[in-house]
């Protein structure tokens, strides 16, 4: 999962709720210091386990560029609700959720983390979602593979044959079990540990469960991603845990996108090297904005 490392909010930043014709969706919003956003909105979609609260490092610098910044929660995830349907958890589905909101917000510059970074690309090809921009920060091509596969499979075969009802009650089993436990292990500090139990079990237990499942079976589609021709970029750390780095690299290949690989970074670079991450991404949006629309 990814771990914040701070749950204040800087300067300029709120909790807010984005109304959608999908629903309403719990926010993040971040403006810069005169309170006059000059430059195109970014939407931020987190992974899976993840929410908002993933991006509060990089908030304040993107906003300071001159431009609006959301981060959200998924359908089902942390702070937005969603229903017992696991139709409702697609790719497709989550795809339209984030064309909706992109449209409602004025969104120009679109982003997606690890699990966001498949379900962003669902916007794109199958609901003709057509951003200024497109960032897969640390994501994959397809499903994931490795260790992470095999963590999925063990929530999935915690969970078992056990009715949708009984969901709920496995997932917190597995958090105080296995979890929770390693997260103490690993040193985390109190407050974080505290708001990661809120998360974890905050979210809709059917998602939890049905998004395992994309994550675990989801298809290679860069090429389709790539007819449509959208400035793209592919950021990813060094020592990324998920998709291997050269999995990524080749995708940016074949995507004919913008790539940087960011040293002493992870599966979150936004959390574990943030002032980087942050003058990446401004730089990547101020060129394909100045490319989109040139001076005069």
């Known amino acids: 999962m990814s771990t914040p490392t701070s ?6 930043v709120r909790r807010i709720t984005v109304a959608s014709p999908r629903g309403t969706f719990a926010a993040l919003e971040a403006l810069p210091a005169s309170g006059v956003p000059e430059l195109g909105t970014a939407l931020l979609v987190p992974g899976y386990t993840g929410s908002k609260e993933d991006f509060i490092n990089v908030l304040y610098d993107l906003a300071e560029a001159g431009r609006r910044v959301l981060a959200i929660d998924l359908r089902g995830q942390y702070e937005t609700s969603g229903p017992d349907d696991p139709a409702a958890y697609s790719l497709y589905s989550l795809g339209e959720d984030i064309a909706e909101l992109a449209d409602a917000t004025g969104t120009e510059h679109l ?3 690890s699990f966001g970074g ?12 057509l951003p200024v921009s497109l960032t897969l920060l640390s994501s994959g091509p397809s499903a994931v593979p490795g260790s992470r596969a095999r963590q999925l499979t063990a929530l999935l075969t915690h969970v078992g044959d056990a009715p949708a009802s009984e969901y709920g009650a496995k997932i917190a089993e597995m958090w105080h079990r296995k979890l929770k436990p390693e997260a103490v292990a690993a040193g985390t500090p109190p407050g ?8 974890t079990l905050g979210n809709n237990p059917v998602g939890l469960v049905e998004m395992a499942k994309q994550l675990l079976t989801a298809k290679d589609h860069t090429d389709a991603l790539a007819a449509n021709e959208i400035p793209s970029f592919v950021l990813y750390g060094e020592d990324d845990n998920a998709w291997p780095t050269e999995v990524q690299e080749e995708m940016a290949a074949r995507l004919g996108a913008e790539r940087l690989c960011i040293p002493a970074a992870a599966h979150s670079p936004n959390v574990e090297a943030p002032a980087t991450t942050a003058h990446a991404l401004t730089d990547f949006w101020n060129a394909t904005e100045l490319s989109a629309n040139p001076p005069r």
């Open 192 to 199: 974080i540990l505290a708001f990661l139990e809120r998360r």
């Open 111 to 113: 982003l997606g983390h």
């Open 7 to 12: 749950l204040e909010l800087p300067a300029g």
């Open 118 to 129: 498949l379900v962003v690309r669902e916007a794109v090809i199958e609901h003709a979602w």
